[in-house]
């Protein structure tokens, strides 16, 4: 007769087998190309061409309903863009979002946001913008099974130099204006 230790072992090992089979983690691969119907802000153009490549993975078994949304922990992205990788935790409003929606099972949107200077997003280029992945364009199957694609859209922001420039003009119209009252 076996000892319980032995009893208990086999049981664990089973409970492992079992619970590594329930477990289905799916990845999706993106490739997104910002056009020009994409872009906006003064710099936009500049941005035409510029692609995010990457994935995001999440748990089948999280999908009961079919129109279920994902958040972090239960969803993980991984974008590249302009040469750098970013990550969950660099969305605009993490731990919120990204948000990955379904229809009837199947992905159809995932809403993330990379914003210069928020959670650690330094896009390395003199220029600022923020990316987004449109949650508006719903994926479109790809050729390679799994792969999705969809729009990337960048909007630009004013780089710091001309927020200076702008502040410094409120500030000398304050004084042209405080003048011609006290004259």
């Known amino acids: 007769m076996p000892r319980p230790t032995t009893r208990l072992a086999a049981a664990l090992l089973l409970c492992t087998f079992v619970t590594g089979a329930v477990a289905a983690p799916m990845t999706y691969s993106f490739d997104a190309v910002a056009d020009a119907s994409s ?32 958040a972090p922990p239960d969803l993980t992205i991984a974008i590249r863009v302009l040469g750098l990788d970013f990550t969950a935790v660099n969305d605009n409003d993490y731990s919120s979002f990204p948000q990955l929606g379904f229809v009837g099972g199947a992905p159809t949107f ?7 200077g928020v959670n650690g997003v330094d896009f390395g280029d003199p220029r600022l913008f923020s990316m987004r992945l449109d949650p508006d364009d719903p994926f479109v199957p790809g050729t390679g099974g799994v792969d999705l694609s969809t729009r990337l859209v960048i909007e630009t922001v004013p780089v710091p130099s001309a927020m200076a420039l702008f502040g410094l003009g409120l500030v000398a119209l304050g004084r042209v204006r405080r003048r011609s009252q006290t004259t």
């Open 39 to 70: 872009v906006f802000g003064p710099t936009g153009a500049a941005f035409i061409g510029t692609r995010a490549i990457g994935s995001f993975t999440y748990d089948t078994d999280l999908i009961v309903i079919g129109d279920e949304i994902l």
């Open 110 to 116: 995932l809403d993330t946001i990379l914003m210069a």
